[in-house]
């Protein structure tokens, strides 16, 4: 994740340019861009002391309070390259509930994570300031009231320059996070992790729960529908044509069995190549992954992409 930020930022606006997003999905869920212009470019050429995460050898890891990866705490984006925030909502789901969770839960995890990435190669905290914002005070009493509190803090996040790393929260919280996206930075690109597609209509007469976000966004004109690539789709289904939603808007769908047992370098090159250098944003939902690694998922369906590949994914968008 802050692999792709520090990457994007190296090369500066006008080489590989535009804004990336990941939100990890969840149900469990990143968002994220690369650097705004004359914002976050200007705060990394600066020789300022950048946050970091405290190493296990100094501090230990049941100490401080739980942030992510025990980053600082602030209240505002002012500042910030990149920062954590958490979207506890799970009003949206039609079956198991408890994504509202989430964010506290990745917080706690996060405390085995480290600083450097001896695979990669990455070190994203030497030109990167980043923080954790806390949680979006959500409404859980009221699914579109929450949707504007979203909007309305990321339109804040967004306008200060700052990336937003989104731990969610099931996935209707992606719609009003790509309403303040877009709004900035004109109709995005998606690249959508998960096992299903999102693009319903409605559901016992709502147009608004998490099946319907990125039928929403394409309402609306959100999406660049010719750069959204769904990965991971499987499942059953209602009907022999579910696909036919996305496919007629343009959007590259890449079912679970076309990964099954194959390298995914040359459909990722196509991927990349789709994508371009305009702004694209990523979305991960954790039943993207198959049950048998993420079983705790609301809505799991079996045969679908190992941790590797989805992290393979997540990591070479770029």
């Not at 006008?14 to 976050?40: I, K």
């Not at 910030?80 to 706690?108: H, K, M, Q, W, Y």
């Not at 660049?224 to 996305?246: A, E, F, N, P």
Request: aromatic letters at 6%; hydrophobic letters at 35%; one cysteine or more.
């Amino acid at each position: 994740m802050l692999r792709l930020l520090a990457s994007g930022c190296a090369r500066g606006p006008g080489g590989g340019g535009g804004m990336r997003g990941l939100v990890l999905g969840g149900r469990v869920r990143p968002a994220a861009g690369l650097c705004d212009p004359g914002s976050s470019q200007s705060r990394q050429a600066s020789d300022a002391p950048r946050n970091q995460p405290p190493s296990s050898e100094f501090v230990a890891r049941s100490v401080g309070i739980c942030s992510m990866m025990r980053l600082p705490v602030q209240a505002s984006p002012e500042g910030l390259d990149a920062a954590f925030i958490g979207v506890p909502l799970d009003i949206g789901t039609s079956n198991r509930p408890g994504a509202r969770f989430g964010p506290r839960r990745i917080r706690e995890e996060s405390v085995l994570l480290r600083t450097a990435n001896p695979s990669t190669g990455a070190l994203p905290f030497q030109s990167l300031m980043v923080a954790d914002l806390g949680d979006v005070n959500v409404n859980l009493y009221n699914l579109q009231d929450s949707c504007r509190l979203i909007r309305e803090a990321y339109q804040k996040i967004v306008a200060a320059g700052c990336i937003p790393l989104t731990l969610g929260g099931d996935h209707t919280i992606t719609y009003p996070i790509l309403q303040a996206m877009a709004e900035k930075h004109g109709p995005m690109g998606l690249v959508h992790v998960d096992a299903h597609m999102d693009v319903a209509d409605k559901a016992l007469g709502e147009k608004l729960y998490h099946g319907t976000p990125f039928r929403r966004c394409v309402d609306e004109g959100l999406l660049d529908c010719k750069r959204v690539v769904q990965i991971g789709i499987r499942g059953s289904s209602m009907t022999l044509d579910t696909y036919r939603y996305s496919r007629s808007q343009g959007f590259r769908v890449v079912l679970a069995e076309d990964c099954w047992m194959k390298s995914l370098v040359p459909l990722m090159g196509k991927v990349r190549q789709q994508m371009g250098v305009r702004p694209i944003y990523i979305s991960f939902d954790i039943d993207g992954l198959d049950p048998a690694y993420a079983p705790g998922t609301g809505t799991p369906e079996i045969a679908g992409l190992t941790p590797s590949q989805g992290a393979w994914w997540s990591m070479n968008v770029y």
